[in-house]
């Protein structure tokens, strides 16, 4: 299985940004979330949706980024409103499934103050 992002992305500050991660194979029973990690920073869990559609947030992003899965097009999306600065860093997507995790290759995101 692989895990594809977009290329990145330069957003505003207060602007939305929605990112996504397209899995080469089903993600109907499977836990996906998203990381991220800023320079010089470690990679931390920011958000999670379970294959029940259970979701769960780091409070960094708990009511700015909403993660959601569609499991037709084996994609997970990842809504981001209200940007910050410190909000800057790569986020990789990342599932599991029963051959192991697979990682996205990551996405810069950028937002300018």
């Known amino acids: 299985v692989q895990l594809v992002e977009p290329v990145g992305a330069l957003v505003q500050a207060g602007g939305p940004l929605r990112s996504l991660c397209a899995a080469s194979?089903?993600?109907?029973?499977?836990?996906m979330a998203w990381s991220r990690q800023a320079p010089g920073k470690q990679r931390d869990l920011i958000a999670s949706?379970?294959?029940?559609?259970?979701?769960s947030y780091d409070d960094s992003v708990k009511g700015r980024f909403t993660i959601s899965r569609d499991n037709v097009k084996n994609t997970v999306y990842l809504q981001m409103n209200s940007l910050k600065p410190d909000d800057t860093a790569v986020y990789y997507c990342y599932g599991t499934w029963g051959i192991g995790t697979r990682w996205g290759q990551g996405t810069q995101v950028t937002v300018s103050s």
């Open positions: 194979g089903s993600t109907r029973s499977t836990f």
């Open positions: 949706i379970g294959a029940s559609g259970t979701t």
